[in-house]
C-alpha cells in the first residue's frame, strides 16, 4: 500500500492536463458490450477502476488491449456473469446489467462495492428494468436478472440516479419500442455515454435535459470516440492553484461543466478565465467563506464539497456545506481538524470557519475525493503531511503526484 509524502507551501505554477473523465469511460467501456464491431476509444484515464472495469469486459467476453490512453474493445462470446471478486471494489460494475439483459436476456451480477460514503442502493436500477420486462432474484450476495426481451416502457426515477440512468439507457439502446427515461440524470457524464452510443448506432434525444427518449434498434456497431475531459479532476486543481496561491493553466479543461465550481470559486475571491479549452486560475487577494449545497447536476457536485471545504479552511470568515446526496461523505473533515482546520459537523451540514494555517500532520483517506481534499490541503500547509491509504487516490487521478511535481509541488510517494 502507498502513502503520499508533501512538503506543504510551494505556490503552484505551469501548464496542468486534465486527464478523460473516469465517470464518463467507466460506462463507456461497459456499454462496449453492445455493439457487434470493434470500438477504439481514446482519452482513457490510467486508473485502477478501469483497469478492473478491463477485468471484467474479458471476464463477460470482451478482448480488450489498454495502450496509452487508448483502448481497443472487440466483442467475442458474451458471458452473463459478474463475479464478486471485481465488483465488490466498484460501484459502476453493476452497469454491466441492463446491457447484458438487453443481450442475452439474462445476467448474474454481484451487489456492487466502492466508496464507503454511504448506501447508494440498486433497487431503482432493478425497478425500472423489471417495467421492462426482467424479473430479479437476490440471492448470496449476486442479482439473478431474466427477461426473453426487454421492451421499451414509461420509466420515472424518483431521484435522478446516474448509474440508474446510465443502465437504462445502454439497455433501451437495443431494447424493443420506446423508452422515455423521465427525471433522468443530467450530469455530463450521462451525456457522454449518450453520444457514444449515438456514436454507435442508438437513436437518443434529450440526453442532457431531465426527459431523455431512446428508440430501441436490432443491434448497435462499433465506433471511434473519444472520452470527455474530467471535471472534477480540473476542478480540484482550480482549488490547489487558489490554495497555494499560485497560478496555474488547465489544459483540456471542460470549463462549461463547471458552472457551478466556477460560481462558488468566483464569490470566494479566485480569478478564473477562459480561453477556449484552457482556463487560467489564481487567487485574487483574501479568500471568503462561502455557503453551499451539494445537489444533482447542474447544481454543485457532491464530488467537490471535500476539496472546496479544503479551501474555505483558509478563508476569511465563515462558510456552510451542506451535503444532500451522500449521507456519509464527511469522513474527511476530522483528518482536516487533525492539520488546524475549524469545521464543526451538525447532521449533513458542515460548519466551516477560516484558520490563518494548516499544518502538516499523518493523515488516512476514506475515499476517493477526501483523498484529494487531503492533497490539496497538504500542499498548503506548513511543514510535511503524510497522506495514507491513497488507493482511494488511484481510483480517480491519473497520476496526480506527477503532475503536482510538474508545477512545483514536493511531493512524493512511498510504500507504507
Known amino acids: 500500500m502507498d502513502k ?32 457487434e464491431g470493434p470500438v477504439n476509444l481514446s482519452r482513457v484515464p490510467r486508473l485502477r477502476d478501469i483497469h478492473t472495469t478491463l477485468k471484467l469486459l474479458d471476464i463477460l467476453g470482451c478482448e480488450t488491449s489498454f495502450e496509452g490512453n487508448e483502448v481497443k474493445s472487440t466483442v467475442c462470446n458474451i458471458q452473463t456473469e459478474a ?36 448506501a447508494r442502493p440498486v433497487d431503482l436500477h432493478l425497478t425500472a428494468f423489471e417495467k421492462m420486462g426482467a424479473t430479479f432474484e437476490l440471492d448470496s450476495g449476486y442479482i439473478y ?20 440512468t446510465e443502465n437504462v439507457l445502454m439497455a433501451a439502446s437495443i431494447a424493443e419500442g420506446e423508452t422515455i427515461i423521465e427525471n433522468a440524470a443530467r450530469e455530463p457524464e450521462v451525456v457522454d455515454l449518450a453520444e457514444f452510443l449515438i456514436a454507435c448506432g442508438a437513436r437518443i434525444t434529450g440526453h442532457g435535459t431531465s426527459i431523455i427518449r431512446v428508440e430501441g434498434v436490432s443491434s448497435l456497431k462499433g465506433c471511434d470516440y473519444t472520452v470527455m475531459p474530467d471535471r ?21 479543461c471542460p470549463f462549461q461543466e463547471l458552472d457551478a465550481v466556477v460560481y462558488k470559486l468566483r464569490e470566494m475571491g479566485v480569478w478564473i478565465n477562459e480561453d477556449n479549452d484552457r482556463v487560467i486560475v489564481r487567487r485574487q ?31 476569511n470568515g465563515a462558510g456552510t456545506i451542506e451535503e444532500k446526496i451522500f449521507e456519509n461523505r464527511f469522513m474527511h473533515v476530522q483528518e482536516l481538524v487533525r492539520m488546524g482546520a475549524n469545521i464543526k459537523l451538525k447532521g449533513r451540514t458542515a460548519m466551516i470557519r477560516g484558520v490563518d494555517k494548516l499544518t502538516g500532520a499523518p493523515v488516512m483517506a476514506s475515499d476517493l475525493r477526501a483523498s484529494a481534499s487531503l492533497v490539496v490541503a497538504a500542499l498548503a500547509a506548513e511543514g510535511e503531511t503524510e ?24 511531493i512524493r510517494r512511498e510504500k507504507e
Open 4 to 35: 503520499l509524502i508533501i512538503e506543504g507551501g510551494n505556490p503552484l505554477h505551469g501548464e496542468i492536463r486534465v486527464s478523460g473523465a473516469k465517470n464518463a469511460a467507466l460506462p463507456i467501456l461497459l456499454a462496449c458490450i453492445l455493439p
Open 83 to 118: 463475479p464478486y471478486d471485481l465488483v465488490k471494489t466498484m460501484r459502476a460494475s453493476v452497469l454491466c446489467l441492463g446491457p447484458l439483459l438487453a443481450l442475452k436476456g439474462e445476467a448474474k451480477v454481484a451487489l456492487p462495492g466502492g466508496c464507503a460514503i454511504g
Open 145 to 164: 436478472g431474466h427477461c426473453k426481451k426487454l421492451k421499451g416502457a414509461n420509466i420515472h426515477f424518483d431521484f435522478p440516479t446516474v448509474g440508474g
Open 232 to 252: 472534477i479532476e480540473a476542478g480540484t486543481y482550480m482549488v490547489a492553484a487558489a490554495l497555494t496561491d499560485g497560478e496555474l493553466e488547465i489544459l483540456d
Open 285 to 315: 487577494g483574501e479568500l471568503t467563506g462561502v455557503d453551499i449545497t451539494t445537489q444533482p447536476f447542474p447544481g454543485f457536485p457532491t464530488d467537490m464539497q471535500a476539496q472546496l471545504m479544503t479551501l474555505m479552511c483558509l478563508a
Open 387 to 410: 497522506v495514507q491509504r491513497i488507493y482511494h487516490l488511484d481510483r480517480g487521478y491519473e497520476q496526480l503526484e506527477k503532475k503536482f511535481s510538474a508545477v512545483g509541488a514536493k
